[in-house]
């Protein structure tokens, strides 16, 4: 079978976030330590190779990976790329490219990407959720020297962009493809009031049908407590199985 190398680029400032935004808690978890989770947690993935920045104080598991120091990262993500292609193995078929602030990615989405990668006769895979284009992507071994010219901070986009010809689009339907963490708002539980604890009782069975309950944090159950806490990326599809029961503005 083939040999895949994850590389996650986690060198990054958090600019934006103006905070190391990998390190904050996320699902009782560290964004960087959910993004990489799914990868070391499939037999898909050969080797996981976590890029940082020379002072990085990630909570990354070194038993588990591959952690690359990028002495240029201040030059651009795609340096971290570069780095993580540097470092993976002679063997490796094809590289996955797995964006560190993207918490919802899972295993099975993964296995996914993997399985439609090895069956299909292009050598870029570029998994999509209603036709828009996300992560994470994979590049068969021919890329490599293109992969090992990259700099900048756009990433692989302008291989993509170069070879369309050889880029098949997997929609996936999951939009963990599309969530990346780029607001504190994003990492911050939200809270619904229901009109009564039956309300939430009900809303807690439609969720836990659905197999998204695990997601919601902290709902209480008793007589004085009608609340509900969750995470803004699973708002729409919680209010549209709980909104009959939520107390309105």
């Not at 929609?171 to 009031?193: C, N, S």
Request: charged share 25%; with cysteine; proline share 4%.
């Amino acid at each position: 079978r083939m040999h895949v190398t994850a590389i996650v680029p986690a060198a990054g400032q958090s600019s934006r976030m103006k905070t190391d935004k990998l390190s904050l808690v996320y699902r009782d978890q560290p964004v960087i330590e959910r993004a990489v989770m799914p990868l070391l947690s499939t037999e898909c993935v050969d080797d996981v190779i976590v890029v940082v920045s020379p002072n990085s104080r990630l909570p990354v598991d070194q038993s588990l990976c591959n952690v690359v120091i990028n002495a240029d990262c201040a030059d651009g993500m795609g340096t971290s790329l570069r780095a993580g292609v540097e470092a993976a193995s002679e063997e490796t078929d094809a590289y996955l490219i797995a964006l560190a602030d993207m918490p919802e990615i899972t295993v099975s989405l993964v296995e996914s990407l993997v399985d439609a990668f090895s069956r299909s006769t292009k050598g870029i895979l570029v998994p999509t959720c209603d036709g828009t284009n996300g992560h994470p992507v994979l590049f068969g071994s021919e890329f490599q020297d293109e992969l090992l010219g990259l700099g900048g901070d756009i990433g692989a986009r302008p291989i993509v962009r170069r070879h369309a010809e050889s880029v098949e689009r997997f929609e996936t339907g999951d939009g963990a493809v599309l969530f990346d963490i780029d607001t504190p708002e994003a990492v911050t539980p939200r809270r619904l009031q229901f009109k009564s604890t039956d309300a939430l009782r009900r809303a807690v069975e439609k969720l836990r049908a659905d197999g998204i309950w695990h997601r919601a944090e902290g709902a209480g159950l008793s007589d004085d407590i009608v609340t509900l806490s969750y995470y803004g990326y699973d708002e729409e599809r919680i209010m549209s199985l709980c909104g009959d029961g939520l107390v309105s503005d």
